[in-house]
């Protein structure tokens, strides 16, 4: 469960591109590295494997493997480990560190045309959560395909296995998503696109390894047991000239923990050549704190939701990045990019991995090819 927390950010912009791309079925292979490493400690790394294969005219199957290894000596218990030993009682020797996430999906794909419809599962195991999941998504395409309806809904029933022993008040996190999308093409060089998205969850919403530790207090994170949220995004891609395009998109969060969010990306790209595209991306993120969060070392006793998460906290946070993409011979294509992420300043970030705000660097390379 840790590990899928630090590609949180950029999953959250994917559904943004699913529910408006027009299926391509064609039998494709692609593999890949993704990584993740910040001034705290953490390394992830992460290859992938995906294949696609048509069956009919308008039927694709497609499997995905990915796989997550993560080294960090804080990712558990923070900067200091051993203060893990007041909480639990057990010497932090007994705490592995080091994780490998297992996430095969599995996929089937219908395309008539004018319908789009795709459905799965989704399988992870770590080495203390379970994660499985189902999918369906379906895409209308209306006005000589110049409109797009489409609807996502995905739910997940997660299970957590405390490295140590631990008494959950639950054991179980589930996850439920609905998207609805419409994309509108204007022009030859604009399109437009507004999804709104209703997430619910319920379960152990808090991580069994966060704590508070204060002169009179030892307790772990507790987090209320049901979380709504409502998000609303708008998302442009135009045109500029015949080597330069634009893509533009804002999404606006709330929940009933009063976080709220704002999140801005603008990403640029130039046509260097017929097979060479690059350009600039830029992200920037910022939101309110939760209800229920407090002061470092302003807890009590009476309190009945604890928080140390600097998630939980109000925090911004920027990025900028830089992609590649190679289009080769035979209609394979490699691609590539960079992004630098850091955060502002803040007291929970100093006080659990022991610096004054994280600064990450994401990369990714992937090289896919038709068979």
Known sequence: MQIKQFFIFTLSLLMLEITSLASDLKDTISFGVNTYTDNAGVEVYSPT?????????????GVKMRIDAISAASIKNGSNATHVDAVTGASSKEV???????????MATYDDGENLVS????????????????????????????????????QSFDTWKPVFQRDLPKDNRNEGKVDLSVNQLISPTLSIQAVYSYMNSEGFL??????????????????????????????????????????????????DWDISSHTLNIEELHDFSDNFTSGL?????TQTKSNFIKPIGSYTLSDTYFATDYRMSAFDSYTIGV??????????????????YQTSSNEYIQSWYGVKSLNAVFTTISYEFDY
């Open 323 to 340: 992609p590649f993409i190679y289009k080769m011979n035979g209609g394979s294509k490699l691609t590539a990019s960079v992004d630098y």
């Open 49 to 61: 494997l995906s294949l696609f294969k048509k069956i009919s005219s308008q039927w694709m199957l």
């Open 119 to 154: 459905f799965g599962g989704y399988f992870s195991s770590e080495v203390d959560y379970t994660g499985q999941s189902a999918f369906v998504n379906y895409v209308r395409q209306l006005n000589e395909q110049n409109t797009a309806l489409g609807i996502g809904i995905s």
């Open 281 to 285: 991306r830029l992200r920037y993120y």
């Open 96 to 106: 592995p560190y080091d994780d490998i996430r297992y996430a095969p999906t599995l």
């Open 206 to 255: 808090s991580s069994p390894y966060h704590f508070v530790l204060q002169d009179d207090i030892a307790k772990f994170e507790n987090y209320p047991d049901k979380r709504t949220g409502h998000a609303f995004a708008l998302k442009g891609v135009t045109l500029l000239n015949e080597t330069n395009s634009m893509n533009v998109s804002y999404r606006y969060y709330t929940d």
